[in-house]
């Protein structure tokens, strides 16, 4: 049974930092493309950042580049990034995802396996 457990939400004030993690089992972890998420109530899972099988490309949404970072860790099955200079309009239920794809995927619906994800509040 494939699981991505999430880890490391929490409330942060505006300009603070927060690492999420997301640990993978039951699946070969690096034969599948890395990717986070965000979901605010309504609406649908907005791209967050990708990370290739081996970790040597990364990319990222126009509205996080530059203060997100994404990487793995294969030896530990684990996924993880690092978010800094939050602002308010970060705050969303974050989830991980994992990609049979090749490449870099940005589109939720190349991604077969996701969390359940954890709750990030960026508020003064």
């Known amino acids: 049974q494939v699981q991505l457990i999430e880890s490391g939400g929490g409330s942060v004030q505006p300009g603070g930092s927060l690492r999420l993690a997301c640990a993978a089992s039951?699946?070969?972890?690096?034969?599948?493309?890395g990717g986070w998420f965000r979901q605010t109530p309504g609406k649908e899972p907005e791209f967050v950042a990708t990370?290739?099988?081996?970790?040597?490309?990364?990319y990222y949404g126009d509205s996080v580049k530059g203060r997100f970072t994404i990487s793995r860790d294969n030896a530990k099955n684990t996924m993880y990034i690092q978010m800094d200079n939050l602002k308010p309009e970060d705050t969303a239920v974050y989830l991980c995802?994992?990609?049979?794809?090749?490449?870099?995927?940005?589109?939720?619906?190349?991604?077969?396996?996701w969390g359940q994800g954890t709750q990030v509040t960026v508020s003064s």
């Open positions: 995802a994992t990609s049979h794809t090749t490449g870099i995927p940005q589109n939720a619906n190349d991604y077969r396996y």
């Open positions: 039951g699946l070969t972890f690096n034969w599948y493309a």
């Open positions: 990370i290739s099988r081996n970790g040597d490309i990364e």
